[in-house]
């Protein structure tokens, strides 16, 4: 079973930031948090992961509470092409395999 | 050229036949996956390879087959298909060289099967 819950939809204006939550109470010591997207049935694309420092890349940001026990993906100015189904994961860092749950599905508006 | 490639991108086939999805890489990848998917549902994992040698059962192997004929290739075989097994299924890639926390995986296009 998956490991993480999320909101089954989300919408989002375009421009916005859009915040995405998940909850991974769960979670263990030695467990990345990552973030997957999928764009209208292709194949999912990796986002950005963390451990429990919030991190940045071209894409997204990736906010972890202190106590590991949440965190949010951040797309600071969501476009059209931000419309997908976003993955949070948690997953060992050596190996570990991705076990997807159902994810949310962010709509954004124009 | 795409990195993770799969054929056939779409099949149709009936009941009882024997199938077999490909999947080749270009990323000089060790690890290969295959994942499938239902309507409104995540990606369940069904087979993995570390190497060439190494095949691993996933969540719902049931049914399924792979071989591991090289490292480039990973194919999905069902030896007899069922109609609940029509799905999307995807192949993916990853480099556990690239580090200990980092290994992302990368996925090809799918190939939706329907059994009928």
């Known amino acids: 079973d998956a490991k993480t819950t999320q909101p089954p939809s989300m919408d989002c204006a375009e421009g916005r930031a859009a915040n995405l939550p998940c909850n991974h109470s769960t979670i263990s010591g030695n467990e990345y948090v990552y973030w997957y997207r999928q764009i209208h049935s292709q194949g999912p694309q990796y986002i950005i992961h963390g451990l429990k420092n919030n991190e940045t890349n071209e894409m997204a940001s990736l906010i972890i509470t202190e106590d590991r026990k949440s965190s949010t993906l951040i797309l600071p100015h969501a476009t059209l092409r931000d419309t997908a189904v976003y993955y949070c994961?948690?997953?060992?860092?050596?190996?570990?395999?991705?076990?997807f749950g159902q994810g949310t599905e962010l709509s954004v508006k124009p | 050229d795409a990195d993770v490639t799969q054929t056939p991108r779409n099949r149709i086939t009936k009941t009882g036949k024997r199938i077999m999805l490909e999947c080749s890489q270009t990323k000089g990848h060790d690890r290969m996956y295959w994942y499938r998917q239902d309507p409104g549902l995540g990606l369940r994992l069904i087979y993995y390879?570390?190497?060439?040698?190494?095949?691993n059962k996933g969540e719902i192997s049931d049914g399924y087959s792979v071989s591991r004929q090289a490292q480039a290739k990973f194919s999905l075989s069902l030896e007899s298909a069922i109609p609940n097994q029509t799905a999307l299924y995807f192949c993916?890639?990853?480099?556990?060289?690239?580090?200990?926390?980092?290994?992302?995986?990368?996925f090809g296009p799918g190939t939706r099967l329907t059994v009928l």
């Open positions: 993916a890639t990853s480099d556990p060289l690239a580090g200990l926390s980092y290994n992302e995986q990368f």
């Open positions: 390879s570390f190497d060439v040698k190494d095949i």
């Open positions: 994961i948690v997953r060992e860092g050596q190996g570990g395999k991705l076990i």
